[in-house]
Nanobody, 124 residues
Framework: QVQLVESGGGLVQTGGSLTLSCTAA????????MAWFRQAPEQEGEFVAG????????YYSDSVKGRFTISRDNAKNTVFLQMNNLKPEDTAVYYC?????????????????WGQGTQVTVSS
């Protein structure tokens, strides 16, 4: 069982930045494909960014490409989501997800492990 813990959410103004972190005690996150999803009220979960297992290869949704960056620090066993130029439509609960798949994975059902989520609110 992989227990993921997110942190770093908060309230920020339009155009601001936040960095989310995701850790897992006792597990080497570098061995997992990792992703960030988000869910706004009354909406389905939306893929945001992913990073392949044993790799630094990253991929993004069109809505965040050029503004968000996913990365991993294996020494800290942490995956990050750097979010710049935030917009009100980025407001959501952000979830970290992990899986042992090798392909680019964009769907909620493709990930086996999830964190509890962290709220990001962008004020206009």
């Amino acid at each position: 069982q992989v227990q993921l813990v997110e942190s770093g959410g908060g309230l920020v103004q339009t155009g601001g930045s936040l960095t989310l972190s995701c850790t897992a005690a006792g597990r080497v996150l570098g061995s997992y494909a990792m992703a960030w999803f988000r869910q706004a009220p009354e909406q389905e979960g939306e893929f945001v960014a992913g990073i392949r297992r044993h790799s630094t290869y990253t991929y993004y949704s069109d809505s965040v490409k050029g503004r968000f960056t996913i990365s991993r620090d294996n020494a800290k066993n942490t995956v990050f989501l750097q979010m710049n130029n935030l917009k009100p439509e980025d407001t959501a609960v952000y979830y970290c997800a992990a899986d042992l798949g090798w392909d680019d994975q964009y769907e909620v059902h493709e990930y086996s492990y999830w964190g509890q989520g962290t709220q990001v609110t962008v004020s206009s």
